[in-house]
């Protein structure tokens, strides 16, 4: 059952950030179409309440972000409205879309539709998994700008996709294509834009069918992998795989295979 949720009213509720759950899945919309979906303050507000939300509610176990509209998951920030912060300062310590999506602890799915350009970039590679629109395109337009981005650009696209090719991005600011895209390994797949919600939301029923415990200690083990020295991430892995081990949920794993019956798991 589809259930529409509201932002919780300590944040404005602007109407602009549409937040569903189906079955253990919630959908996190970037609703602002007509502006290609570009953030503003007050939807980046919206959009950490509903992280929270996910986070806290253990009924939610795979997330999906996506953006409105048939042109753009999201051109990032909306430009008019840098200029509301008073200060290079407060603009560094403003609140973050990009930190907000980071702070997802359950597995993510960008269902990328039309253009992730600079903060939209940093969002889809905020999430665990992306998935592309064939008309979809990636690009860190900011140098055009004068500036660079600021929610991990450099560090995801040189993780992702290589130096080089990082570089090519980040220095040129040119947009690339769904399909070269793909090939860099920017995106995992690459589906017909009436297919790609319900590939991404396909994919999260899937994986939030799985352990919950053992999906959210699998995002924290990808993490480190990427920032630690390769001896000290595999312990780590070890770790969490022994706190996974001693979970209700892997003794019902182990019951299950037993039995030869799909297993129940329950968060515990």
Not at 245 to 268: N, Y
């Amino acid at each position: 059952m589809d259930t529409s949720i509201a932002p919780p009213a300590t944040t404005p509720a602007t109407g602009e950030i549409s937040f569903t759950v189906d079955g253990f899945v919630a959908t996190i919309v970037l609703n602002r179409p007509q502006k290609l979906n570009a953030v503003t303050p007050e939807m980046a507000a919206d959009l950490v309440a509903a992280v929270r939300r996910c986070n806290e509610d253990d009924q939610i176990r795979c997330v999906v972000l996506t953006g409105a509209g048939p042109k753009s998951f999201s051109c990032g920030s909306d430009i008019r409205d840098l200029d509301r912060y008073d200060t290079a300062w407060n603009f560094r310590n403003r609140e973050d879309y990009c930190d907000a999506v980071r702070a997802l602890r359950k597995p993510s799915i960008a269902a990328v539709n039309g253009y992730a350009f600079g903060g939209g970039l940093e969002t889809a590679m905020s999430c665990d998994i992306r998935l592309a629109s064939e008309n979809a395109q990636f690009a860190a337009p900011e140098i055009k700008l004068g500036w660079i981005g600021g929610g991990g650009v450099a560090a995801f696209l040189s993780h992702s996709i290589g130096a080089s090719n990082a570089a090519l991005m980040i220095m040129t600011g040119d947009p690339v294509d769904a399909a070269r895209a793909l090939a860099w390994g920017l995106v995992s797949e690459v589906v017909p834009a009436d297919r790609l919600l319900a590939r991404a939301q396909e994919i999260a029923a899937v994986i939030a069918s799985r352990a919950p415990i053992a999906a959210e200690t699998a995002k924290l083990n990808l993490k480190a992998a990427h920032t630690m020295p390769i001896e000290k991430a595999i312990g780590y892995e070890r770790d969490l795989q022994t706190i996974c081990f001693a979970t209700e949920d892997a003794l019902e794993g182990r019951a299950a295979f037993k039995d030869k019956r799909p297993p129940v798991f329950r968060r515990k």
